[in-house]
C-alpha cells in the first residue's frame, strides 16, 4: 500500500498525480486526510481521503509514502504527529519517502537528507539540512527517498515513484498510455 497524505493547503496536482499514475499501474493507493477526512487544497478544490489520520497506521503492507507540497500544506504535514511518525516508521525500515516541492523541507528538518542528493521548491533549499541540493532536476532519487521540485515535475515525480517501486520498463507503459511516449 502507498499513503498519500493531504493537509489543508496541499498543492492537488502533486498529491493526485501520483495517486492516479499508481493507481494505473494497479497499486493499492490510499490518502490520508490530515485533521479531518474531507481536506481542501491550496486552490481551493476539496478531497474526500480515504482515511482519517487518527484512523491511519503504518503497516507491513506499507510500501512507500507521499507527502506532497503546498502552503500551508507543507506546515500542516509537518506538525501532524501521525505523518511525523509514519515518516519515522519508513526511515527506520527504508521504506520510499516521496515528498514533492516544498515537502522535501519535512525530510531536511528530520535530517532524513544528510548526505543525500535532493531538490525541492524554488526558494526552500536551505531547508534541505545536509542535502546535496539539486537544482536543474525535475526530480531526483537517492536511496529510498524521491524528491521533486514542484507542480510543473508532478507526472516526473509520479514517474520516479512508479519505477522505484516497479520498474523502469511499467514508466514507459504508462507514459504510452499517457501519450508521452
Request: net charge negative.
Amino acid at each position: 500500500m502507498i499513503a498519500v497524505f493531504l493537509a489543508d493547503g496541499f498543492e492537488e496536482i502533486e498529491a493526485l498525480t501520483p495517486v492516479d499514475c499508481l493507481r494505473r499501474c494497479e497499486k493499492k493507493v490510499v490518502t490520508v486526510g490530515v485533521g479531518g477526512q474531507v481536506v481542501r487544497g491550496s486552490h481551493g478544490i476539496k478531497v474526500v481521503a480515504d482515511y482519517e489520520d487518527i484512523e491511519f497506521a503504518p503497516g507491513d503492507d506499507l510500501e512507500a509514502i507521499i507527502l506532497p507540497g503546498g502552503m500551508p500544506g507543507t506546515l500542516n504535514l509537518e506538525k501532524n504527529e501521525t505523518v511525523q511518525y509514519t515518516i519515522d516508521f519508513c526511515a527506520q525500515r527504508g521504506i520510499l519517502i516521496a515528498a514533492i516541492c516544498a515537502a522535501p523541507s519535512i525530510l531536511g528538518h528530520k535530517g532524513l537528507l544528510n548526505g543525500k542528493k535532493a531538490t525541492c521548491y524554488i526558494g526552500f533549499e536551505d531547508q534541505l539540512s545536509g542535502a546535496e541540493v539539486i537544482t536543474d532536476a525535475a526530480a531526483v532519487t537517492d536511496g529510498n527517498i524521491i524528491t521533486a521540485c514542484g507542480m510543473g515535475a508532478a507526472l516526473e515525480f509520479s514517474c520516479e515513484i512508479v519505477k522505484k517501486l516497479i520498474s523502469k520498463e511499467r514508466v514507459d507503459t504508462l507514459l504510452k498510455a499517457l501519450n508521452k511516449k
